[in-house]
């Protein structure tokens, strides 16, 4: 399905258990929050009460989305330990043929990535250039900086 979000298993893991925070722990406090500021009268004029709707209108929203995402997941087995085929989950190191960098990148799904932390989406240029490719083999990828060549050198 064209709508389907991939996740890994700990990604999934990851968003369940924000779920379970948000709806077990923020929530309830703002619930409460709420009510103590309800208690201390006008509230067109109450900043901790507005506040608290405000915000508990955003974490609705948030628990909404993340729902929202679980509903249209695609559960991605990651490679097994071992595995020397780049795939969902695994630890690619690179060495940039122009410059001779080397460099490591985690293959997640879209909605996992995190570029900041070297995780990178499997349906990314660098992400379907490296699916599937085993070390020693050369990639050629387009970048925003223009052609990028890269070697796998290892995968984890």
Do not use: H, W
Not at 86 to 106: K, N, P, W
Not at 126 to 131: E, I, S
Request: with cysteine; glycine share 8%.
């Amino acid at each position: 399905m064209a709508d389907d979000i991939l996740l890994t298993p700990s990604g999934k893991k990851k968003i369940e258990d924000e779920l379970v925070r948000l709806r077990s722990t923020e929530m309830p406090a703002l619930s409460e929050r709420i009510r103590v500021a309800r208690e201390l009268g006008d509230l067109s004029e109450n900043f901790d009460y507005q506040d608290a709707k405000r915000q508990q209108g955003f974490i609705a929203g948030k628990i909404a989305d993340l729902q929202a995402t679980l509903d249209r997941a695609r559960i991605v087995d990651e490679v097994a330990p071992g595995t020397e085929v780049a795939g969902m989950g695994s630890t690619i190191t690179v060495r940039d043929l122009d410059y001779g960098d080397e460099f490591s990148y985690t293959l997640v799904g879209a909605y996992e990535a995190d570029p900041a932390n070297d995780c990178i989406s499997a349906s990314s240029p660098v992400g379907k250039a490296l699916m599937g490719r085993k070390v020693g083999e050369t990639i050629q990828v387009d970048t925003p900086a223009g052609k990028a060549a890269y070697q796998i050198i290892a995968v984890a």
